[in-house]
Nanobody, 128 residues
Framework: QVQLVESGGGLVQAGGSLRLSCAAS????????MGWFRQAPGKEREFVAA???????????KYADFVKGRFTIDGDKDKNTMHLQKNSEKPENTATYYC??????????????????WGRGTQVTVAS
């Protein structure tokens, strides 16, 4: 019912910036949550950031501890898009980044099991 497509991945040098985008299409509700997760080779999928809507045009941001102000998540509900601004990139951030969504409120935004839909991922490679 919902399709998610990530974009904006690629190769970036350490210290550089990258902006990931996620576009949602199909049947969507007025209230939903969206998140970013990443997975590096040999590692488990890891929470990065999430966006939960608390009102028609209000949302709450949640970040993983490792972000430490370097990443910023934002969304446009009217356009069904979400973005992740990644600044001061580090080689450790190299991973496939996945967009996720849930048609409703989430109890634990950092838990992958809370989300119903997933994009196919966009690769981010940070050169040292």
């Amino acid at each position: 019912q919902v399709q998610l497509v990530e974009s904006g991945g690629g190769l970036v040098q350490a210290g550089g910036s990258l902006r990931l985008s996620c576009a949602a299409s199909g049947e969507t509700f007025s209230s939903y949550a969206m998140g970013w997760f990443r997975q590096a080779p040999g590692k488990e999928r890891e929470f990065v950031a999430a966006l939960t809507w608390s009102g028609l045009y209000s949302y709450t941001r949640k970040y993983a501890d490792f972000v430490k102000g370097r990443f910023t998540i934002d969304g446009d509900k009217d356009k069904n898009t979400m973005h992740l601004q990644k600044n001061s990139e580090k080689p450790e951030n190299t991973a496939t980044y996945y967009c996720s969504a849930r048609l409703g409120r989430v109890t634990r935004p950092s838990s992958a099991s809370e989300y119903d839909y997933w994009g196919r991922g966009t690769q981010v490679t940070v050169a040292s």
